[in-house]
């Protein structure tokens, strides 16, 4: 009885060298290309949260590039540091955009996602930019329960 290859061999008229030939090619094969994925420089926690900061802390950040770096942040899996916020926050105010504040305060909320304690240790440190910044938290407006 004979197997696959012997009648694949048999059925196109192969000879013993062609087959050991096709064999140590199977053997010897490689791929042509290969990916080597993160050689950049790994960023620190402190890195980011610093550039982050520069981010929206330039002095003459407009309303889009705001936005553009608040969806870029919560686009990453995690909840923005207090330093981060207060930074953005910040940037809200030199703009006059209460808007865009809260709905700051409202993605970190969401962004915490069924980690409840998040939220409120977030808020108890934003507190005093809050207060300073004159800005009222989605609870103390009421609209956190529509």
């Known amino acids: 009885e004979y197997d696959w290859f012997a009648r694949l061999a048999y059925s196109h008229k192969l000879t013993q060298g062609d087959i ?57 899996d995690l909840v923005p540091e207090p330093k981060i916020l207060d930074s953005a926050l910040r940037a809200c105010r030199r703009l006059n955009d209460l808007a865009s504040a809260i709905r700051i305060l409202e993605a970190v909320k969401d962004k915490a996602g069924p980690h409840k304690e998040i939220y409120p240790y977030v808020i108890q440190e934003l507190k005093p930019t809050l207060t300073e910044l004159g800005i009222s938290t989605p609870e103390e407006l009421g609209i956190d329960k529509l």
């Open 20 to 76: 050991e030939a096709l064999l140590n090619a199977a053997v010897s094969f490689t791929p042509l290309a290969s990916r080597c994925y993160s050689h950049g420089k790994v960023e620190t926690e402190e890195e980011f949260d610093s550039r982050w900061v520069t981010y929206f802390s330039k002095p003459d950040i407009d309303a889009w590039e705001l936005r553009k770096g608040m969806n870029t942040l919560i686009g990453y």
